[in-house]
């Protein structure tokens, strides 16, 4: 956003970020996924540019997510907190792999924070997978609801960008499961048929 033929394009999508976050980091829209999402976007843009505002701004929003973190290790769409009631929080895998993934970013980009965070959240992923290697969409009360191959895929990207590799606990049961649901005889391709081609499963799965 400092220089560049896109220079003026990204630059207005970091001023939209930038003032849409106060003070103690709380984003004024989307909850906690656009804090995950807007804590990326702004750590690779400090990683690329050394831009200092962007380093404030996602220094906030890191410890927004912190304080944000539930108690059993992953994150809702609204703020949890570790002192939570684990059993009436409602954990939802999908914002958790987005939040875990900006701490990735930050990580690459040189900052630092609370690795306990990370550490909570691959404990987290552990414990809700089935025997299949499935990721349940929701945690609340001790039971899962919901099922799907792109939030098994997203998982898995989330861990394998905290530093985890194929030896670590059930990353390879993870795998299995994607690779076992990805078709393999066709390559994805867009059209405009309503429900042709999973783009998130294809996404998080590459």
């Known amino acids: 956003h400092l220089d560049g033929e896109h220079q003026h394009t990204v630059e207005r999508g970091i001023s939209y970020l930038l003032n849409n976050i106060s003070g103690d980091g709380t984003p004024s829209r989307e909850g906690v996924f656009g804090a995950a999402t807007s804590c990326a976007a702004l750590c690779e843009a400090y990683a690329m540019t050394g831009d200092a505002n962007c380093k404030s701004a996602a220094d906030r929003l890191l410890a927004y997510l912190s304080s944000a973190q539930g108690p059993m290790g992953g994150w809702g ?5 570790l002192g939570a009631n684990r059993f009436q929080s409602r954990h939802e895998t999908h914002v958790s792999a987005w939040v875990a993934m900006a701490f990735a970013s930050a990580k690459n980009s040189g900052m630092t924070f609370d690795e306990n965070v990370v550490r909570r959240y691959q404990e987290f992923t552990i414990r809700i997978l089935d025997a299949k290697g499935q990721v349940p969409a929701i945690l609340q009360n001790d039971q899962t609801e919901g099922h799907h191959e792109r939030l098994t895929a997203l998982t898995l990207a989330a861990r394998m960008m905290n530093g985890e590799n194929l030896k670590s606990d059930r990353i ?3 795998l299995s499961r994607v690779n076992s649901k990805l078709p393999s005889s066709f390559l994805p391709r867009w059209t405009t048929k309503a429900k042709a081609m999973d783009n998130e ?6």
């Open 77 to 81: 769409a609204s703020p949890l907190g």
């Open 201 to 206: 499963l294809w996404y998080s799965a590459t």
């Open 172 to 174: 390879d049961d993870m």
